[in-house]
């Protein structure tokens, strides 16, 4: 596979910034279907990274480096934890309640359809410019609980014991998926939290593992699911660590659609 | 090392700052031809590898050379004292050499300028202008009056002949 010589001078004009207007405009909708001239693109940005490579000056004066440290030093950052699912970033492994996890829901969405826009669909500058707009929105929306900073309560009835329980927010349309567990109870060693869509028709689709941290939170994000699957419900099995093809009997929790 | 960057550790970003700022804010400078505005460029460079680390995909390319290409990105920008038009994540690069040594990157950078040295000179123009003072093919054209295909090849087979200079 190869890029489209129809498009190369573009697209080496597009790779050093230099493709303005309408030509721009035609060349990103160009790229989002063409995984071949996406490919070129990332080549030729490695020939222009030599052009930045090749240049040599003076060394940046010995204050820069203490600068850097100070504002590094004034924002110190909660080391990322590897995710406890097998599916995503653990920066989502905070609960928040149904109305912020919506947020994430349609955040999830909208950076799945970010990325499959680029990837297959074209789209007008304006529509992008839109679309980046409302991506900046939701990400400022949902920093309250995607911020690894953020304080996470959960509140309970006066004198009840919190009960184990999850949400699953689920967009057939698209195959997306986001559930977050709380209150879950520690696993056996070796073991996992397993996921299943519940198929209206034939077998449970697995749907990610789990392990719930230390407060007994758990995620899933975006699990490998075909687009369209209906679910008549989501399903909770113990697994190993590695994940079953089928569940495990018993089915440790249930739920029904909303 | 960006490992170590992304669990947080500080002494990362030292010691990753100490194999690349050379680069970057050689790569700011000749952009912007001003030392404080270079310093600006090579501080926000660090911070924004430092606060989002992920950006960097290690599978798509070299540290040194996304970093040289996030730096000269952010030094137009700031040329054209304009808001970032590329975010951190949609910088691919891929090939070109990692370069973290200073040597290494000393012949590599004599070896692109004997290459952009042994083009005619309006293409080696073409390619700079485009590159280093981030203007536009139209612009190129306006500037040379050459014709706006003719700029386009230009920059395109310029590009082609650094990417085989570095394939042999």
Known sequence: MSAHEQFADDLALYAVDALTGEDRAAMETHLAGCSACRLELEQLRGDGALLALSTLGPKPPQRARQRLLDAVAKEPRVPVKLVETKSRRSWWGILGWAATAAVVVFAASLWKENAALKQTLASANAQATESARELEDIRRIAAPIIEPEAQVVTVVALKAQPQPGGKAFYLRKRGSLVFLATNMPPLPPNKAYELWLIPMQGAPMAAGIFKPDAHGRGTVINPPLPPGAEAKTFAITVENEAGASTPTMPIVMMGAGE | ?168
């Open chain 2, 1 to 168: 090392m960006v490992t170590a960057l992304k669990a947080g550790d500080q002494s990362a970003v030292a010691q990753l700052y100490d194999r690349y700022s050379s680069v970057v804010y050689a790569v700011a400078l000749r952009v912007l031809g001003d030392t404080g505005a270079a310093e600006d460029v090579l501080q926000e460079v660090f911070l924004q590898l430092w606060r989002n680390p992920a950006a960097f995909d290690a599978a798509r390319g070299t540290l040194g050379s996304w970093l040289a290409v996030i730096a000269r990105n952010r030094a137009i920008d700031f040329l054209r004292k304009r808001r970032p038009e590329t975010d951190l994540e949609d910088v691919i690069v891929s090939v070109s050499p990692d370069l973290a040594r200073e040597a290494d990157r000393s012949r590599a950078a004599e070896k692109v300028r004997s290459v952009i040295g042994a083009m005619p000179p309006p293409q080696r123009s073409a390619l700079e202008m485009a590159y280093f003072e981030g203007l536009s093919h139209s612009e190129i054209a306006g500037k040379t009056g050459e014709p706006l295909g003719t700029i386009k090849t230009r920059i395109r087979t310029g590009l082609m002949i650094l990417r085989k200079a570095f394939q042999t």
